[in-house]
């Protein structure tokens, strides 16, 4: 199986996106509820785990929190904008509102050497869509870049293998957020290019055989897609 990485949408516009420049990659992801449990943690075995944005204060009661164990896994995490803050709430800092909300294209700069911006020469452009900032990182965060805005528009702790960034590398208007995005995802979690949609085709006709083995399969065909496509795969796999 290849390595994965798990994407936990917050409910940002981008999520979507984030998934999309993942697989560009040739990495497999999956996108997921920001809730999703320990269990489903563990079971899925990601090598990295990326928190979208959202539309949420970290700090409000109804607030979107993922579980403390994407914190405690040991498994490499990003935090893209309210999944930075997100991270941050949930290990110790501070957020709070900014003064002026942040929106549009911005300039990063004062990066420090780190693995997530390696190969990467300030200032950078980004694009900023926040209202609230982070006023202290959690103990063991090193602040990576700033904004005039954000003084902690990036921070990591290199040696857990987490970074947040206040910023969106997934659009099109950070044009080197992708090289942020294989930064994370090569040299942070250790992924591989080698995932193609025809790879995910035989991994499921391999799934689909060692689940099924001699028995029979009844199979509600709605007519939507989703069913198709289970169709189509069963077809290939048991005939």
Excluded at 159 to 183: C, K, M, S
Aim: with cysteine.
């Amino acid at each position: 199986m290849h390595k994965k990485i798990l994407i936990l949408d917050f409910g940002a516009q981008y999520s979507q996106l984030i998934a999309r420049r993942v697989r560009e990659q040739q990495v497999y992801c999956e996108l997921h509820p920001y809730d999703v449990s320990e269990a489903f943690i563990r079971e899925f075995d990601p090598v990295g785990i990326i928190l979208s944005g959202g539309p949420n204060s970290v700090y409000e009661e109804e607030a979107y929190r993922a579980s403390q164990a994407v914190f405690e896994l040991g498994i490499p995490v990003l935090g893209i904008c309210y999944g930075m803050q997100a991270l941050t709430h949930a290990l110790g800092g501070m957020v709070a509102p900014a003064q002026a909300r942040e929106y549009g294209s911005a300039k990063i700069t004062h990066i420090e050497a780190n693995p997530l911006f390696a190969g990467l020469q300030p200032p950078l452009q980004v694009w900023m869509s926040h209202g609230d900032r982070i006023e202290q990182p959690p103990r063991g965060f090193t602040p990576l870049a700033a904004s005039d805005n954000s003084p902690y528009a990036a921070m990591g702790n290199v040696g857990r293998g987490l970074y947040g960034v206040q910023f969106h590398p997934e659009v099109a208007h950070t044009p080197q957020g992708v090289d942020i995005l294989r930064n994370f995802i090569f040299d942070v979690c250790g992924c591989q290019p080698k995932w193609t949609p025809a790879s995910f085709i035989e991994d499921s006709i391999e799934r689909i055989r060692a689940q099924v083995g001699g028995e029979r399969v009844l199979l509600g065909l709605s007519g939507g897609v989703d069913s198709a496509v289970v169709g189509a795969l069963l077809q290939r796999a048991i005939g």
